[in-house]
């Protein structure tokens, strides 16, 4: 597991550094359709590691439950509530 981490996190490192000399080039080419293609790069810049940290947020809260389940009894819900009021 900790290999796919350290893949994962060389692939967006890679990822992100494209992302900033395409950025740069075309920011300096200046011609009519490098305009909407930097607009991308920067919009990419700015939305890859944003999606990066709230998958990788997403994936600790998910494993976390899975380690720390909660017996039916601690859970709380409004059906158990119903059945102890039930039985009394």
């Known amino acids: ?10 692939i967006g490192v890679i990822a992100l550094a494209g992302l900033y000399v395409s950025t ?15 607009k991308a790069a920067v919009y990419a810049t700015i939305v890859l590691p944003v999606l ?3 998958y990788s947020f997403i994936y600790r809260m998910v494993r ?7 017996p039916p009894e601690e859970s709380g819900s409004a059906d158990t509530d119903a059945k102890q009021t039930m039985e009394k």
């Open 24 to 38: 740069l080039v075309l920011a300096l080419i200046g011609s009519e359709q490098c305009i909407n293609l930097l």
């Open 52 to 54: 990066l940290w709230a």
């Open 64 to 70: 976390k439950d899975q380690k720390h389940p909660v």
């Open 1 to 10: 597991m900790k290999k796919l981490k350290q893949i994962t996190a060389l």
